[in-house]
């Protein structure tokens, strides 16, 4: 395997499967037979997972929801998809731990650097919800936090396409996608693979990512082994 230790990054929205709102079963069990492809192999798996299927703290501020209310209710929402993939991947017979930006008592244990590391070491797949536990983060930011903290080897973000392309596949027809890019090349194109703080932090700790398509069926193995699959961003 080239990479033993990955933070998995998923959006909120990817849990949504062919319903298009809040938790799809069978996209669950999907992605949680994924993550056991790798374990199996005795790789360490940490999960970062959205919350924008249940509530985005932006959005309530078009509703008229306080910026900071909204962004810790974002965090909730980003505790209860953390549960529900707990819950998948425990229905496979996999072990998994639930930590969190936001401690709650007895659902979610405090995050810390040391802790989660000492359940990846013993075969946990971590999973850390609460974003980064403060507001104004995106789960971007705090997936790219937690990456550092964990001393992970690459961020994996899986999507629903396959890599980072010149522009918007699912609008333009000519887009091409990149197999690498660097940072300063993402930075300057003004590629969106995340948001700017958390990819000035991944470069600053020279973190790479690779963007790839979640949906398909063994991808998370093969980007595990090192194929080339999705983009690359280091």
Avoid: W
Wanted: net charge negative; glycine share 10%; hydrophobic share 40%.
């Amino acid at each position: 395997m080239k990479y033993t230790r990955i933070l998995l990054k998923l959006s909120g929205e990817a849990l949504e499967g062919a319903q298009g709102y809040g938790i799809d079963p069978q996209r669950l069990a999907t992605y949680a037979a994924e993550v056991k492809s790798v374990v199996d192999e005795h790789v360490q798996v940490a999960i970062v997972i959205g919350g924008g299927n249940i509530f985005r703290g932006l959005q309530g501020t078009v509703q008229g929801v306080n910026r900071v209310t909204g962004d810790y209710m974002g965090m909730l929402a980003t505790v209860i998809n953390s549960m529900a993939i707990q819950d998948a991947l425990e229905k496979l017979g996999l072990r998994s731990k639930l930590l969190g930006g936001i401690a709650i008592d007895p659902i979610v244990e405090e995050m810390s650097s040391d802790r989660a590391i000492q359940y990846l070491e013993q075969g946990f797949i971590t999973i850390i919800s609460g974003g980064t536990g403060n507001p104004y983060f995106t789960t971007d930011t705090a997936s790219a936090l937690r990456a550092v903290e964990i001393k992970a080897d690459v961020i994996l973000k899986g999507t629903r396409v396959d890599g980072v392309y010149t522009a918007d596949p699912e609008k333009d027809p000519t887009a091409v996608r990149y197999e690498t890019l660097s940072f300063n090349e993402a930075i300057e194109k003004g590629l969106k693979i995340m948001d700017l703080t958390a990819f000035t932090l991944c470069k600053e700790n020279n973190l790479p990512i690779v963007v790839f398509n979640m949906n398909v069926t063994g991808n998370l193995k093969r980007v595990v082994q090192g194929e080339k699959v999705g983009t690359l961003v280091q």
